[in-house]
C-alpha cells in the first residue's frame, strides 16, 4: 500500500492521505487492499486491510472510523460511530481518531478547522461522481462544513444533520 499524504493540510496541522489498492489480503474481485465490509470480500481479509490502513494513520484498528455511506447529508461525530451508523462525512475534535471514507467512484474531501482553540478538526466526505462533474461540493460536505464552523458539538449517531 502507497500513502499520499494531502501536503497542505499536514501544513496545517492535519494528517489527511490516500491510498492505493495494492499489498492488502483480499483476492479474487476484491484484490488487493478491499476496505468495504459491505461487498462479499471475506470478513477476515477486510479487518486485516483495514488494520494495514490504521497502522499507516498510526491508530490501533479500533481507532479507524468508518461507517456506511448512504450518499446523503447525515454528518456524524466518529467518537459515537457504531458499525451500523450511516453517513457520508464524519467530524472529530480528537487526535486520537482516524477517519476513512470508502471511495469508489466518488471524490473524497477533507475539511479542516483550525481556527478554533480545539485539535484541529477532519472532516473525510466524497463527493459523488455527479457532484464532482458539475463541480458542486456534496450536500454532505456542506453539512460538514457547516458543523465545523457552527462551534457547535458535532452531531452524534442519533442525529442527522442535513441541508433547509
Known sequence: MTVYPAATLAELGVDVFVTDRFNGVSAGPYESLNLGDHVGD??????ENRALVARA?????????????VHGATVLDGASV???SEADALV????????AILVADCVPLALADTSSGRVPSCTPAGAAWKSASLLAPS????????TL??????????????LK
Open 149 to 162: 464552523l457552527s462551534g457547535r458539538p458535532f452531531p452524534r449517531s442519533d442525529t442527522r444533520s442535513g
Open 92 to 99: 472529530t475534535d480528537t487526535s486520537d481518531l482516524a477517519l
Open 57 to 69: 494513520a498510526g491508530v490501533d484498528s479500533e481507532h479507524l472510523v468508518t461507517v456506511r455511506q
Open 139 to 146: 450536500k454532505a460536505s456542506i453539512c460538514a462544513r457547516r
Open 82 to 84: 457504531t458499525e451500523i
Open 42 to 47: 471475506d470478513e477476515m481479509h477486510v479487518r
